[in-house]
């Protein structure tokens, strides 16, 4: 009865929200295709979050009396599952185009005879384990564990995309995690974070761990990966007491260092995002910790709506701590203060990269007001490094009001002057000005290089081998995948890159023409509905009409990724009218790996020509794949959940106040 009502209360909210967004709408310029999917997502996700709080609130009340009534109802004729009780609420979108990413992101089993009859059992699509398969003592209450009236995310046993088909249990949690916003729209602040952390230990306030924060606008994923780089090939210093127990073993007082490795968006695979000495966390890993973190949020337990950012920080700190790691290095998901990442409180240094607009809706429209958030990660105490494309007056302004240790910028750490930018004006025909352009891989090497001198500073136990300098020069040169990546196929030389705005784009044209002088490019390119079309395509078109050989011959070929945050193949046509006639593009097939494989074809007939994928970095996986890249790739029952309209790095927002 309870559950019922609360059925015609989702009802009910369903349509008063669709009513109070009409006049809403009415007011503002018609609403495009994409903008109404997202607010029919706002009102099913506030439904949702409603009706659950409703139901774990009466079914406190009414426990006792449906588990009695249950076992009275076993031994009727009448199957319970018959009844009204016993039926499924999802919201489905099956009916849009499958390219679009979208396919059962709802679903809710509000109760059934097989639950109740196994409500003693763990229920695995729930989050809860048994307590004996456990392998880390996270203690959270289970009184109510036993209950049937467990209100989750999605029980994906009930997914009609899995019905007849046996998938693994890694694709089951992963594609679980992915729905997870659907349930609890992203509200920025750090108490679903700290009670996480809290419930697993502390793991990154580990006294023996040491933690390097990393927040930025752009170069801090690849600053990351370098500092990991040069440290795995570090060794511990032992202290005296393990000294001797250490010697008997191994014949010396140093053990190579582990080190943790948490970054995003990841490309192929998921694992991506969290790696321990260069190895992704596994299936088996997955299968073994993410339950575990689930189990913590359950309502029963400790009520924690945790988003799919915070869940997935949270399994990577619990990799970490399992895995036993000497170090770990942090990438910011979003901005800084408000972080899921953000509840280290003794990192080792925080390191700023640079500053720029991005994500003005939410961090504030000014480099100021967004330097601030990012900056929010500098902590009492902690030494901060700071890289030369930031306003440095702001950062030092909050780096006082936190006391925080010292400031520095890479020019000072290495004792010398260090000019990153080039002497060359580039003019973009963007706008009425000249840019200068910058080489990014210079100096986030430097500034992973004056991370690794004040690390050594303050944490020598760490740095127990001695690196000889082009060693480290070596490991610091090394870029993440999509950076600039090249490699031959088919004696062909190809380049991947994840330039995905204007100044991004600005600089690919640019690193293009100055490191492959004599050459022309063919791009395969794919954007984001959110950038500046215009500007991206008119970068791509100054490095094809300097092309030797294009005069009449198309060498852009336009993709649309199966994503909603894609920019459809119409919305750049439209940005650009020049490529509706220079370009390659299929309205009927507008799939990533029949452009590139035609795109690669037609650059091996042309004599010192390279191919350039470019774009978004929801298009590069697809994209490697049809170019024969070997990699851990996860499967399309996983895929697909992951572009069906969830912003999963903190994008997508619930009311906010800053």
């Given at each position: 009865m309870f559950r019922f009502i609360g059925l015609l209360v989702v009802v009910i909210l369903c349509k008063c929200n669709f009513v109070i967004c009409l006049p809403q709408a009415k007011n503002q310029m018609p609403l495009s295709l994409v903008r109404v999917a997202q607010q029919s997502t706002i009102i099913a996700t506030t439904s949702t979050?409603?009706?659950?709080?409703?139901?774990?609130?009466?079914?406190?009340a009414g426990q006792a009396f449906f588990h009695s009534s249950s076992l009275q109802r076993s031994h009727q004729s009448t199957p319970l599952s018959t009844s009204i009780f016993n039926q499924y609420i999802y919201y489905s979108s099956n009916t849009i185009n499958k390219k679009q990413g979208i396919e059962s992101l709802l679903r809710r089993n509000l109760s059934s005879s097989k639950q109740q009859q196994q409500s003693l059992q763990p229920n695995e699509d729930v989050g809860t384990t048994p307590s004996s398969q456990s392998t880390n003592n996270i203690s959270a209450p289970s009184s109510l564990a036993s209950s049937t009236f467990k209100f989750s995310v999605p029980a994906m046993e009930t997914d009609?995309?899995?019905?007849?088909?046996?998938?693994?249990?890694?694709?089951?949690?992963?594609?679980?995690?992915?729905?997870?916003?659907?349930?609890?729209?992203?509200k920025l602040g750090l108490e679903n974070m700290r009670t996480l952390h809290k419930l697993l230990g502390n793991p990154m306030d580990d006294p023996n761990r040491v933690v390097v924060h990393v927040a930025g606008t752009n170069g801090k994923g690849s600053i990351c990966l370098k500092i990991a780089n040069v440290l795995r090939n570090q060794q511990r210093i032992l202290s005296s007491s393990f000294m001797e127990h250490e010697r008997n073993i191994s014949g010396n007082n140093n053990r190579t260092l582990t080190v943790g490795l948490f970054c995003s968006p990841h490309v192929s695979s998921f694992r991506e995002r969290m790696q321990v000495n260069g190895e992704m966390i596994t299936e088996e890993e997955v299968v073994e910790l993410l339950p575990q973190i689930y189990d913590l949020c359950l309502p029963e337990n400790n009520d924690i709506p945790a988003t799919f950012f915070e869940i997935t920080t949270a399994l990577a700190f619990l990799f970490f701590a399992k895995r036993g790691a000497d170090v770990v290095v942090l990438e910011t998901g979003l901005g800084g203060r408000l972080d899921a990442t953000n509840v280290v409180n003794n990192p080792a240094l925080s390191i700023i990269t640079s500053i720029g607009l991005e994500h003005t809706r939410i961090l504030g429209d000014t480099i100021e007001l967004i330097a601030r958030e990012k900056g929010g990660i500098i902590k009492e105490g902690c030494p901060v490094l700071v890289g030369q494309h930031c306003p440095h007056e702001v950062l030092m302004g909050v780096a006082r009001e936190k006391g925080a240790g010292?400031?520095?910028?890479?020019?000072?750490?290495?004792?010398?002057?260090?000019?990153?930018?080039?002497?060359?004006?580039?003019?973009?025909?963007?706008?009425?000005?000249?840019?200068?352009?910058t080489d990014y891989d210079i100096e986030n090497q430097e500034i992973a290089m004056a991370s690794l001198v004040l690390l050594e500073q303050c944490h020598p136990e760490i740095f127990g081998k001695n690196q000889n300098s082009n060693e480290v020069k070596e490991?610091?040169?090394?870029?993440?995948?999509?950076?600039?990546?090249?490699?031959?196929?088919?004696?062909?030389t190809v380049i991947l890159d994840v330039a995905h705005n204007p100044p991004a784009m600005t600089y690919l044209v640019h690193k293009l023409q100055t490191t492959f002088s004599e050459s022309s490019f063919r791009f395969v390119a794919g954007m984001s509905s959110d950038k500046d079309l215009g500007q991206c395509a008119r970068a791509l078109l100054s490095a094809t009409g300097g092309s030797h050989n294009c005069c009449n011959k198309p060498q852009?070929?336009?993709?649309?990724?199966?994503?909603?945050?894609?920019?459809?193949?119409?919305?750049?046509?439209?940005?650009?009218?020049?490529?509706?006639?220079?370009a390659f593009y299929d309205f009927e097939e507008r799939s990533i790996t029949k452009q590139v494989v035609q795109a690669l074809e037609m650059t091996k007939e042309n004599d010192n020509e390279i191919l350039v994928v470019c774009g978004s970095v929801f298009l590069m996986a697809e994209a490697r794949e049809a170019l024969g890249i070997d990699e851990p790739r996860d499967s399309d029952y996983i895929t697909e959940m992951a572009g069906a309209g969830i912003r999963h790095r903190q994008e997508n927002f619930a009311n906010t106040k800053m």
């Open positions: 979050i409603l009706f659950r709080r409703f139901t774990v609130a009466l079914s406190s009609p995309a899995s019905q007849g088909v046996n998938f693994t249990r890694y694709e089951t949690w992963v594609r679980r995690l992915y729905a997870t916003n659907m349930f609890h729209p992203v010292r400031y520095y910028v890479p020019s000072l750490v290495h004792g010398r002057i260090q000019d990153f930018v080039h002497t060359r004006k580039v003019d973009t025909n963007m706008e009425e000005e000249t840019i200068t352009i490991l610091v040169s090394i870029r993440p995948p999509c950076r600039f990546e090249y490699f031959q196929k088919d004696n062909t852009i070929h336009l993709v649309q990724a199966a994503h909603p945050r894609a920019a459809s193949l119409e919305n750049i046509l439209e940005a650009e009218s020049i490529l509706k006639d220079t």
